[in-house]
């Protein structure tokens, strides 16, 4: 297999667990109206990037694994290939070398399982894994309160950055295996972008790390950074850190019911900000979102991250009419993982 | 209790779901829409929703269990339940018409059903 066939069975992995969120809409009805521009803009920021960067130098302008991923998946290979569709150009070799660059930055940024196809998303090293298994302060006598903190730290990430594009915010990475049916999962939220989408948003840290550290039973990552543990799994120790202002700072036990609290107030806020949103504003939100994935690889190439004027055009054009057409995916999930590995294909040409 | 002592209960059966996070709950309960996310008075509640969004979190930290009508497996419902290590079962049609606010109700959420 070589690593555009690992990438599909990847997604077709991800693409068959049933019913993603809608919230505030399905992906495409934000989406669709500015792929193509989205893509290019992704294309074009790769291309000149590669002439200047080395790989490994254009992989640390990603924060994040799963960012990558989303990018391949959420709209440079579909927007590219709709492009091709309408004006034959690019070609499909070019979407499908454009797509070979982005993976292989992603095998440069995962120390291994780069597709998840064991059901890992690795960023450390097992000699960095265990630094932080020996020089972590761990705790564990409020577990239900941690598992608390992760749920709301979650629903921030998910508050907002729309459910399809909390990769700007939040990746899971591990399972690093400490020995002694020991796992280590680091949960990190990033919140320092926050006001780039959402400049009234309420203050957070500009990141929280939650360290946990399961026994027995598995956990496993996919594609898409959703995680399953089989029902054995038992939270053993945990860790909590906020990071300001490049510092960090452990979270004791006693100041985490504050930030759940205070976390749980501000997603309910802002859901309720996003709901009141007209449906052309939501659109433009959800634009600023994609564009800012990539946003490191804008700051170094010296060029403003936001979209550009013909987004707006394309929203004002035609944002109503894509939000109201309604996908028609199947309902079976094998059948919506065929559907959409045949658009995450760059080799293949659309036909529909 | 056991699953099993349960799944003698059949002809109880109120709702069936998809599994999303295992094991047995019971409460009374709470239907939540969007528009209505107050946390009820009663400690021992089972939400019961169409579906969730962000919003619904604190709600899922301090219900006993989930029934969310639309949803599958990676739905904010389920993933959250899992975190919580609550019951939960997804895909659950007419739960919110079926089941009343305020009933008293076990969740076997391993076997994907609610009974009386």
């Given at each position: ?63 994040s694994t799963t ?42 940024k995962a120390k291994e399982d780069p597709f998840c196809l064991k059901g890992s998303n690795k960023l450390l090293s097992k000699s960095q894994a265990e630094e932080i298994e020996n020089s972590t302060k761990w705790q564990s006598s409020n577990k239900?309160?941690i598992k608390?903190a992760v ?20 990746e899971i990475h591990g399972p690093y295996e400490l020995g002694e049916e020991r796992q280590l999962i680091v949960r990190e ?20 790390k939650y360290y946990l550290i399961y026994g027995n039973g598995k956990i496993t990552l996919d594609?898409?950074m959703h995680h399953d543990e089989s029902s054995e799994m038992t939270l053993q120790e945990y860790a909590a850190i ?6 960090e700072?452990t979270i004791?036990d ?99 | ?81 899992r975190e919580?290590e ?31």
């Open positions: 297999m070589n690593d555009i066939d690992d990438y599909l069975e990847s997604v077709k992995i991800a693409y068959s667990k049933p019913g993603g969120s809608n919230w505030p809409a399905k992906g495409r009805q934000i989406s669709n109206t500015f792929i193509t521009l989205a893509a290019l803009n992704q294309l074009r920021q790769l291309k000149e990037a590669k002439k200047a960067k080395t790989d490994p130098e254009i992989a640390d302008l990603f924060w960012q990558i991923r989303y990018i391949l998946t959420g709209e440079f290979v579909i927007g590219l290939k709709i492009l091709e569709q309408k004006s034959k150009k690019p070609s499909i070799e070019e979407i499908s070398e454009g797509t070979q660059n982005f993976l292989n930055l992603l095998k440069i239900q309160a608390k749920v709301s730290a979650s629903a921030l990430a998910w508050a907002f950055g729309y459910d399809t594009y909390y990769t700007n915010f939040m939220y990033k919140f320092d972008w926050v006001k780039e989408v959402w400049p009234e948003a309420p203050e957070l840290p500009d990141m929280l594609w898409e906020k990071v300001i202002d490049g510092k700072t004791l006693n100041e985490l019911e504050e930030i759940i609290e205070k976390n749980s107030q501000i997603v309910r806020e802002q859901v309720d900000k996003v709901n009141c949103l007209p449906i052309l504003d939501k659109i433009r939100k959800g634009a600023l979102l994609v564009f800012l994935q990539t946003k490191c690889l804008a700051d170094e190439l010296g060029q403003d991250w936001r979209p550009a004027k013909e987004v707006e055009q394309c929203i004002l054009e035609k944002g109503l009419d894509n939000w109201n057409s309604t996908s028609t995916k199947p309902k079976d999930p094998n059948a919506v993982a065929s559907h959409w590995i045949t658009r995450f294909d760059p080799r293949v040409a659309l036909n529909d | 209790m056991l699953e099993g002592d349960f799944l003698q209960n059949s002809d109880k059966i109120l709702v069936k779901g998809q599994t999303a996070s295992r094991g047995i709950a019971e409460g009374t309960v709470h239907i939540a829409t969007d528009e209505n996310l107050e946390i009820p008075t009663e400690k021992d509640f089972i939400l019961v929703c169409k579906q969730t969004n962000p919003a619904y979190s604190i709600l899922l930290m301090k219900s006993k269990g989930v029934i969310a009508e639309v949803g599958g497996i990676v739905s904010h419902a389920a993933i959250i339940s919580l609550i019951p939960c079962i997804v895909s659950a049609e007419n739960a919110t018409s079926i089941l009343k606010q305020g009933q008293k109700i076990t969740l076997d959420a391993s076997n994907g059903i609610v009974y009386e």
